[in-house]
């Protein structure tokens, strides 16, 4: 019998508090480093410029999925297996050998952009003095990647401390770069990506050896090996859906807005598309990932499936009520918000806006629904599924004959296509995750409400007023509707324990 928990605390409910608390301080951190840097660059760049610079940045977003061949997915799911009752060396080995692997893929891909690069650019739009000086992207696929995996490998084993701490240390490193650059009023496209090479490397060498050091203390005293031809496995039906889903990546999207609406067009989708992705990277289905990965997982090796199924159907239900108020507040300020932000550099764009956080929504129940699948031994069905990513960059294509917003909507029917038909199937499949679309619709309900009083509340006085009106009622609102369970209720309790009462207002008895 193979020796299970070698290490009990390492993913027990103590540290997953200590994790939350971490990701928490080092999220915020982020969030906050990043927009202003966000903000800043789109008043201090040209606007072919800024185009060109979320265009490479794209690149690298896209290289992320097409680089991995399944390595990534293989890390988070076998990683928190090993820590539980891997045999000695095992896990170290398994590390070493990954990080490897993966640094030499990314070499190679950065030497054949090299070697292309010429044309490359000048597809997407470049002109030619943009091409030499975007080459520095080439660096930062190896950086910018590599500092990321290890990272993730960290969070795998819930050091949220000192992943998070490199986390917040980008944004915030090329926060202070861009500020030095505008103090000695320098400021360019090449300078600019400069800075972003060198705080990648200094993250990406944080990151490997704060993960070194972990891997010490954790020698392993159980029996378990996982065999290569495992990893192989699940990592080559992994390969398929990234290479499918990379179609839908919010990089490769970005290229084709620049490819078929030029840079200029390319740089407000951008904007708007790092809006998006701020808001996303703050919903519980995905800024609790890193950490409620490792502990479904040490759930679903333990037996426990009911456990992983009713994490699934609560994380699924916030989402709705996050991304719908975020709708609400488009409703009624989108126009003025976008104004304020861009510095007045995008007019009318809300609807955009507003039509994308709904594409937002689809995304974040569809990641949820593939960390699921991984969890279960459903991997090689994800890949099936991903011939439905194709759809996304043709209705891209096709949308652009009427501008972003076009691309816009164009977006939107094809990931909610694809979120529908994942989640019908593995509900089926587990025939035991009860989502609740009572407390769905009473959030829904809600917000439909907040939305059209705002809407009225805005003709009258305005915009921001409209806007304060929904921020302010939107708790109170949801105090009254109740969009929680007694289910939810206890799983809250059993991850937060006290500060799970916090939410005790928002659940029905029923």
């Known amino acids: 019998m193979p020796v299970l928990n070698k290490h009990p605390g390492q993913y027990s409910g103590i540290r997953f508090r200590q994790a939350i608390k971490h990701f928490l301080l080092g999220r915020a951190a982020q969030a906050i480093s990043s927009f202003i840097l966000l903000i800043w660059l789109v008043r201090l760049l040209t ?8 265009v490479l940045w794209g690149m690298v977003d896209m290289m992320v999925m097409i680089s991995s061949f399944g390595m990534l997915d293989a890390v988070r799911r076998f990683l928190p297996e090993l820590v539980e009752r891997g045999a000695p060396g095992v896990l170290a080995g398994f590390v070493r050998w990954m990080t490897l692997i993966r640094l030499v893929i990314m070499v ?3 030497a054949l952009i090299v070697i292309f690069w010429s044309d490359i650019a000048g597809w997407m739009g470049f002109s030619v003095s943009q091409q030499d000086t975007a080459l520095l992207a080439a660096g930062l696929i190896i950086t910018v990647i590599s500092f990321r995996y290890a990272a993730e490998m960290l969070e795998c084993l819930l050091e949220q401390r000192w992943s998070q701490l490199t986390r917040a240390l980008l944004p915030l490193g090329r926060l202070v770069g861009v500020a030095m650059l505008v103090t000695v009023g320098s400021l360019t496209l090449a300078q600019l990506l400069w800075v972003d090479l060198i705080v990648s490397l200094v993250c990406f060498l944080l990151a490997e050896f704060f993960l070194m050091r972990k891997l010490r203390r954790l020698p392993g005293v159980g029996d378990y090996r996982v065999g290569v031809r495992e990893i192989a496995s699940f990592a080559w039906h992994m390969t398929g859906v990234n290479l499918l889903h990379s179609a839908a990546n919010a990089g490769t999207l970005r290229i084709l807005v620049a490819r078929t609406l030029g840079l200029e067009a390319a740089g407000m989708f951008a904007f708007l598309q790092q809006l998006l992705t701020m808001v996303g990277r703050y919903l519980p289905a995905n800024l609790l990932a890193s950490i409620i990965r490792p502990m479904l997982i040490s759930r679903y090796v333990a037996g426990e499936t009911g456990i992983v199924n009713q994490g699934m159907a609560l994380l699924w239900k916030i989402n709705i009520l996050i991304i719908s108020a975020g709708m609400a507040m488009m409703v009624v300020a989108g126009d003025a918000f ?11 764009a809300g609807l955009i806006m507003l039509i994308m956080l709904m594409g937002l929504g689809a995304t974040s129940q569809s990641q949820l629904v593939v960390m699921i699948m991984q969890i279960y031994p459903y991997a090689r069905k994800l890949k099936y599924f991903g011939l439905l990513s194709i759809l996304t ?8 004959e009427w501008g972003l917003l076009g691309v816009a909507s164009g977006i939107v029917l094809s990931v909610w296509l694809f979120n529908g038909l994942t989640l019908r199937w593995l509900n089926r499949q587990t025939s035991r995750i009860e989502l609740d679309w009572s407390g769905a619709l009473r959030g829904l309900g809600l917000v439909m409400l907040l939305a059209v009083s705002g809407w009225v509340i805005g003709r009258e006085f305005g915009s921001w007023w409209a806007l304060t009106f929904v921020l302010l009622a939107y708790m109170p609102g949801l105090v009254l509707v109740k969009p929680l369970n007694p289910f939810d209720m206890a799983l809250l309790n059993r991850g937060l324990q006290q500060r799970a009462r916090f939410f005790a207002l928002f659940v029905r008895t029923n």
């Open 47 to 54: 606007p072919a410029d800024y185009g060109a610079y979320m």
């Open 393 to 400: 960059p043709l209705t891209v294509i096709g949308g652009s």
């Open 338 to 348: 976008i104004m304020l932000a861009s510095s007045g550099r995008f007019a009318d």
């Open 108 to 110: 190679i891909w950065a």
